[in-house]
Protein backbone atom coordinates (compact mmCIF):
# COMPACT_ATOMS: atom_id res chain seq x y z
CA UNK A 1 0.00 0.00 0.00
CA UNK A 2 1.16 3.31 -0.70
CA UNK A 3 2.05 5.73 1.64
CA UNK A 4 -1.09 8.35 0.34
CA UNK A 5 -3.51 5.36 1.03
CA UNK A 6 -2.15 4.57 4.50
CA UNK A 7 -2.93 7.83 5.32
CA UNK A 8 -6.34 8.04 4.06
CA UNK A 9 -6.80 5.24 5.80
CA UNK A 10 -5.75 6.40 8.74
CA UNK A 11 -7.57 9.60 8.60
CA UNK A 12 -10.94 7.27 8.10
CA UNK A 13 -10.30 5.44 11.12
CA UNK A 14 -9.41 8.40 13.71
CA UNK A 15 -12.75 10.07 12.12
CA UNK A 16 -14.94 7.34 12.68
CA UNK A 17 -13.36 7.11 16.21
CA UNK A 18 -13.74 10.94 17.10
CA UNK A 19 -17.33 10.43 15.77
CA UNK A 20 -17.97 7.52 18.16
CA UNK A 21 -16.13 9.10 20.81
CA UNK A 22 -18.57 12.97 20.40
CA UNK A 23 -21.82 10.75 20.13
CA UNK A 24 -21.15 8.60 23.75
CA UNK A 25 -19.81 11.82 25.25
CA UNK A 26 -22.87 13.95 24.79
CA UNK A 27 -25.33 10.57 25.04
CA UNK A 28 -23.30 10.64 28.76
CA UNK A 29 -23.63 14.25 29.35
CA UNK A 30 -27.33 14.55 28.41
CA UNK A 31 -28.38 11.71 30.96
CA UNK A 32 -26.66 13.65 33.59
CA UNK A 33 -29.06 16.23 33.36
CA UNK A 34 -32.24 13.97 34.02
CA UNK A 35 -33.37 14.40 37.88
CA UNK A 36 -33.29 11.14 39.92
CA UNK A 37 -37.11 11.59 40.07
CA UNK A 38 -37.18 10.92 36.63
CA UNK A 39 -34.44 8.50 36.38
CA UNK A 40 -35.31 6.12 39.89
CA UNK A 41 -39.06 6.59 40.60
CA UNK A 42 -39.66 5.16 44.54
CA UNK A 43 -42.39 2.73 44.32
CA UNK A 44 -45.13 3.50 47.02
CA UNK A 45 -47.51 0.18 47.30
CA UNK A 46 -50.86 1.22 46.51
CA UNK A 47 -53.21 -2.11 47.46
CA UNK A 48 -56.95 -2.61 45.68
CA UNK A 49 -58.24 -3.39 48.79
CA UNK A 50 -59.50 -0.44 50.69
CA UNK A 51 -59.05 -1.87 54.33
CA UNK A 52 -55.67 -2.05 53.54
CA UNK A 53 -55.66 1.61 53.01
CA UNK A 54 -57.64 2.82 55.58
CA UNK A 55 -58.02 0.71 58.81
CA UNK A 56 -61.10 2.48 59.57
CA UNK A 57 -62.70 0.76 56.88
CA UNK A 58 -61.81 -3.01 58.25
CA UNK A 59 -64.74 -4.46 60.31
CA UNK A 60 -63.85 -4.13 64.44
CA UNK A 61 -61.07 -1.58 63.64
CA UNK A 62 -58.36 -3.59 63.68
CA UNK A 63 -55.56 -1.56 61.75
CA UNK A 64 -53.98 -3.01 59.14
CA UNK A 65 -50.44 -2.65 58.09
CA UNK A 66 -49.01 -0.36 55.47
CA UNK A 67 -45.95 -0.99 53.20
CA UNK A 68 -44.33 2.55 51.63
CA UNK A 69 -41.89 2.23 49.84
CA UNK A 70 -40.92 -1.16 49.64
CA UNK A 71 -39.60 -3.21 46.41
CA UNK A 72 -42.58 -4.32 44.70
CA UNK A 73 -40.80 -8.05 44.58
CA UNK A 74 -40.73 -8.78 47.58
CA UNK A 75 -43.57 -10.84 48.79
CA UNK A 76 -46.03 -9.63 46.14
CA UNK A 77 -50.18 -10.11 46.88
CA UNK A 78 -52.51 -10.55 44.16
CA UNK A 79 -52.79 -10.00 40.51
CA UNK A 80 -52.00 -6.38 40.82
CA UNK A 81 -48.57 -6.44 42.82
CA UNK A 82 -47.17 -9.16 39.98
CA UNK A 83 -47.79 -7.34 37.35
CA UNK A 84 -46.04 -4.32 38.59
CA UNK A 85 -43.49 -6.24 39.80
CA UNK A 86 -43.04 -8.30 36.50
CA UNK A 87 -42.99 -4.13 35.11
CA UNK A 88 -40.52 -3.45 37.96
CA UNK A 89 -38.07 -6.17 36.74
CA UNK A 90 -38.12 -4.80 33.08
CA UNK A 91 -37.62 -1.57 33.82
CA UNK A 92 -34.78 -2.30 36.03
CA UNK A 93 -33.15 -5.21 33.31
CA UNK A 94 -33.56 -2.14 30.62
CA UNK A 95 -31.96 0.09 32.96
CA UNK A 96 -29.10 -2.46 33.36
CA UNK A 97 -28.75 -3.00 29.44
CA UNK A 98 -28.30 0.59 29.29
CA UNK A 99 -26.02 0.75 31.83
CA UNK A 100 -24.13 -2.35 30.15
CA UNK A 101 -24.09 -0.60 26.42
CA UNK A 102 -22.92 2.46 27.83
CA UNK A 103 -19.58 0.79 29.04
CA UNK A 104 -19.64 -1.26 25.85
CA UNK A 105 -19.46 1.50 23.90
CA UNK A 106 -16.48 3.35 26.08
CA UNK A 107 -14.68 -0.09 25.62
CA UNK A 108 -15.16 -0.53 21.51
CA UNK A 109 -13.89 3.08 21.21
CA UNK A 110 -10.82 2.40 23.44
CA UNK A 111 -10.27 -0.98 21.25
CA UNK A 112 -11.18 1.29 17.94
CA UNK A 113 -8.30 4.00 18.99
CA UNK A 114 -5.94 0.81 20.67
CA UNK A 115 -6.40 -0.87 16.49
CA UNK A 116 -5.49 2.34 15.35
CA UNK A 117 -2.16 2.59 17.04
CA UNK A 118 -1.77 -1.01 16.49
CA UNK A 119 -1.94 -0.23 12.79
CA UNK A 120 0.37 2.98 12.81
CA UNK A 121 3.17 1.28 14.33
CA UNK A 122 2.88 -1.75 12.98
CA UNK A 123 3.23 0.07 9.56
CA UNK A 124 5.91 1.88 11.03
CA UNK A 125 7.49 -1.29 12.24
CA UNK A 126 7.04 -2.91 8.72
CA UNK A 127 8.58 0.09 6.93
CA UNK A 128 11.92 0.04 9.77
CA UNK A 129 12.37 -3.41 8.87
CA UNK A 130 12.12 -2.60 4.92
CA UNK A 131 14.77 0.20 5.33
CA UNK A 132 17.08 -2.31 7.17
CA UNK A 133 16.75 -4.97 4.70
CA UNK A 134 18.40 -2.41 2.27
CA UNK A 135 20.54 -1.11 4.20
CA UNK A 136 21.83 -4.32 4.56
CA UNK A 137 21.56 -5.77 1.37
CA UNK A 138 23.16 -2.56 0.34
CA UNK A 139 26.16 -3.32 2.86
CA UNK A 140 26.74 -6.37 1.29
CA UNK A 141 27.09 -5.61 -2.23
CA UNK A 142 29.38 -2.63 -1.18
CA UNK A 143 31.26 -5.72 0.83
CA UNK A 144 31.02 -7.74 -1.79
CA UNK A 145 32.44 -4.84 -4.46
CA UNK A 146 35.14 -4.08 -2.18
CA UNK A 147 36.74 -7.60 -1.85
CA UNK A 148 36.09 -8.83 -5.47
CA UNK A 149 38.87 -8.69 -8.13
CA UNK A 150 39.01 -5.74 -10.47
CA UNK A 151 40.68 -5.56 -13.84
CA UNK A 152 42.21 -1.86 -14.60
CA UNK A 153 44.27 -1.43 -17.80
CA UNK A 154 46.75 0.80 -18.74
CA UNK A 155 49.11 2.06 -21.53
CA UNK A 156 52.39 3.56 -21.92
CA UNK A 157 55.09 4.20 -24.66
CA UNK A 158 58.06 2.64 -24.67
CA UNK A 159 60.46 3.92 -27.66
CA UNK A 160 60.20 5.41 -30.61
CA UNK A 161 62.32 4.38 -34.27
CA UNK A 162 62.30 6.36 -36.97
CA UNK A 163 63.45 4.16 -40.30
CA UNK A 164 63.15 6.84 -43.27
CA UNK A 165 59.86 7.92 -43.75
CA UNK A 166 58.95 5.57 -40.69
CA UNK A 167 57.55 6.38 -37.60
CA UNK A 168 57.28 3.23 -35.19
CA UNK A 169 55.87 3.77 -31.63
CA UNK A 170 56.53 0.49 -28.88
CA UNK A 171 54.06 0.51 -26.48
CA UNK A 172 52.70 -1.54 -23.55
CA UNK A 173 49.18 -2.39 -22.47
CA UNK A 174 49.40 -3.21 -18.66
CA UNK A 175 46.46 -5.54 -17.12
CA UNK A 176 46.27 -5.31 -13.57
CA UNK A 177 44.35 -6.88 -11.02
CA UNK A 178 43.61 -3.89 -8.81
CA UNK A 179 41.10 -5.93 -6.45
CA UNK A 180 41.25 -7.97 -3.36
CA UNK A 181 40.70 -11.75 -4.89
CA UNK A 182 41.97 -13.53 -7.77
CA UNK A 183 40.47 -13.21 -11.05
CA UNK A 184 39.37 -16.78 -13.01
CA UNK A 185 39.35 -16.94 -16.69
CA UNK A 186 40.65 -14.13 -17.75
CA UNK A 187 41.05 -13.24 -21.48
CA UNK A 188 42.77 -9.86 -22.90
CA UNK A 189 43.22 -8.32 -26.07
CA UNK A 190 44.78 -5.53 -27.63
CA UNK A 191 45.10 -3.38 -30.59
CA UNK A 192 45.86 0.47 -32.03
CA UNK A 193 44.62 2.14 -34.74
CA UNK A 194 46.48 4.72 -37.03
CA UNK A 195 45.45 8.19 -38.80
CA UNK A 196 42.38 7.78 -41.29
CA UNK A 197 40.82 5.30 -39.31
CA UNK A 198 37.66 6.00 -38.17
CA UNK A 199 38.32 5.16 -34.65
CA UNK A 200 34.90 4.86 -33.09
CA UNK A 201 34.03 2.66 -35.85
CA UNK A 202 37.20 0.34 -35.04
CA UNK A 203 36.38 0.40 -31.40
CA UNK A 204 32.78 -0.52 -31.41
CA UNK A 205 34.03 -3.69 -33.73
CA UNK A 206 36.94 -4.92 -32.00
CA UNK A 207 35.09 -4.55 -28.83
CA UNK A 208 32.31 -6.90 -30.52
CA UNK A 209 35.17 -9.66 -31.71
CA UNK A 210 36.90 -9.66 -28.82
CA UNK A 211 33.76 -10.68 -26.27
CA UNK A 212 32.75 -13.66 -28.52
CA UNK A 213 36.64 -14.66 -28.55
CA UNK A 214 38.51 -16.94 -26.27
CA UNK A 215 42.27 -15.97 -27.58
CA UNK A 216 44.96 -14.99 -25.30
CA UNK A 217 43.69 -16.91 -22.22
CA UNK A 218 45.15 -16.31 -18.95
CA UNK A 219 44.79 -18.92 -15.88
CA UNK A 220 44.36 -16.13 -13.20
CA UNK A 221 45.25 -12.77 -11.83
CA UNK A 222 46.33 -12.65 -8.38
CA UNK A 223 46.05 -8.93 -6.79
CA UNK A 224 48.18 -6.75 -7.56
CA UNK A 225 49.36 -9.03 -10.25
CA UNK A 226 50.11 -7.61 -13.83
CA UNK A 227 49.66 -9.12 -17.58
CA UNK A 228 51.36 -7.20 -20.72
CA UNK A 229 50.71 -6.75 -23.74
CA UNK A 230 53.34 -5.69 -26.13
CA UNK A 231 52.30 -3.54 -29.52
CA UNK A 232 53.81 -1.27 -32.20
CA UNK A 233 51.99 1.73 -34.44
CA UNK A 234 54.06 2.06 -37.57
CA UNK A 235 53.09 5.73 -39.06
CA UNK A 236 54.41 7.24 -41.91
CA UNK A 237 56.14 10.75 -41.57
CA UNK A 238 53.83 11.88 -44.50
CA UNK A 239 50.64 11.21 -42.73
CA UNK A 240 51.68 13.48 -39.31
CA UNK A 241 50.26 16.70 -39.27
CA UNK A 242 52.70 19.69 -40.27
CA UNK A 243 52.13 21.87 -37.72
CA UNK A 244 50.72 20.02 -35.12
CA UNK A 245 48.89 21.51 -31.97
CA UNK A 246 48.91 20.30 -28.58
CA UNK A 247 45.66 18.64 -29.13
CA UNK A 248 46.19 16.83 -32.18
CA UNK A 249 45.93 12.99 -31.87
CA UNK A 250 48.56 10.90 -34.12
CA UNK A 251 47.03 6.95 -33.28
CA UNK A 252 45.06 5.05 -30.50
CA UNK A 253 45.06 2.09 -28.64
CA UNK A 254 42.30 -0.15 -27.54
CA UNK A 255 42.02 -3.05 -24.89
CA UNK A 256 39.91 -5.12 -23.13
CA UNK A 257 39.78 -7.90 -20.34
CA UNK A 258 37.41 -10.46 -19.64
CA UNK A 259 36.96 -12.41 -16.45
CA UNK A 260 35.14 -13.84 -13.43
CA UNK A 261 35.27 -13.36 -9.74
CA UNK A 262 34.75 -15.89 -6.71
CA UNK A 263 31.63 -15.14 -6.09
CA UNK A 264 29.84 -15.80 -9.38
CA UNK A 265 28.37 -19.00 -10.34
CA UNK A 266 29.55 -20.70 -13.05
CA UNK A 267 26.76 -19.77 -15.32
CA UNK A 268 27.04 -16.27 -15.17
CA UNK A 269 28.39 -13.88 -17.95
CA UNK A 270 32.13 -12.90 -17.55
CA UNK A 271 33.11 -9.35 -16.25
CA UNK A 272 34.37 -7.15 -18.25
CA UNK A 273 36.81 -3.67 -18.68
CA UNK A 274 37.38 -1.82 -21.61
CA UNK A 275 39.86 1.39 -22.28
CA UNK A 276 40.78 3.61 -25.51
CA UNK A 277 43.56 5.73 -25.02
CA UNK A 278 44.69 8.18 -27.61
CA UNK A 279 48.47 8.53 -27.91
CA UNK A 280 50.24 12.17 -29.36
CA UNK A 281 53.14 14.19 -29.03
CA UNK A 282 53.53 16.98 -26.10
CA UNK A 283 54.13 20.08 -28.24
CA UNK A 284 56.18 23.29 -26.98
CA UNK A 285 55.52 25.28 -30.33
CA UNK A 286 54.72 24.87 -33.61
CA UNK A 287 56.81 22.72 -35.96
CA UNK A 288 57.21 24.19 -39.48
CA UNK A 289 59.59 22.05 -40.51
CA UNK A 290 59.27 18.15 -41.60
CA UNK A 291 63.32 17.79 -40.37
CA UNK A 292 62.92 19.16 -37.38
CA UNK A 293 59.39 17.77 -36.42
CA UNK A 294 61.29 14.47 -37.87
CA UNK A 295 64.44 14.96 -35.41
CA UNK A 296 61.83 16.66 -32.27
CA UNK A 297 60.28 12.91 -32.41
CA UNK A 298 63.65 10.62 -32.77
CA UNK A 299 64.79 12.35 -29.43
CA UNK A 300 61.32 12.22 -27.15
CA UNK A 301 61.74 7.95 -26.58
CA UNK A 302 58.92 7.89 -25.64
CA UNK A 303 58.41 10.84 -23.04
CA UNK A 304 57.13 13.53 -25.40
CA UNK A 305 54.45 11.45 -25.93
CA UNK A 306 50.98 11.93 -24.16
CA UNK A 307 48.98 9.17 -23.31
CA UNK A 308 45.03 10.44 -23.11
CA UNK A 309 41.85 8.20 -22.21
CA UNK A 310 39.50 7.91 -25.36
CA UNK A 311 35.41 7.85 -25.89
CA UNK A 312 33.50 5.29 -23.29
CA UNK A 313 35.04 2.96 -20.93
CA UNK A 314 33.63 -0.27 -20.11
CA UNK A 315 33.28 -1.97 -16.50
CA UNK A 316 31.54 -5.04 -15.22
Not at 22 to 46: E, I, K, P, T, W
Not at 113 to 142: H, S
Request: with cysteine.
Amino acid sequence: MSGSDWGKGIAVVTGVALLFLCFGLGFYVASLNYSNNQRHQQYRYASDKPEEVDPSMMPGGVPAQTFEYRRPCDDPKGHDESDLCAQWRAAKAGEDSAFWAKWGFWASTAGLIGLFWTLYYTRKAVEDTGDATKAMVRQNELSEQAQRAWIDIEVRVERIVIEGNLFSIYYRVIFTNIGETMATNVITHSSGASPGEDWSDYVARKRANWLSSNKNEVDALMPGEEFPHWGESNLSIEHMPWQPDPERVHFIVTALARYKIATDPPEAEPRVTARTFTVGMRHERPLMQLQLYRDRLANTEGDGLVVTPYGESLTT
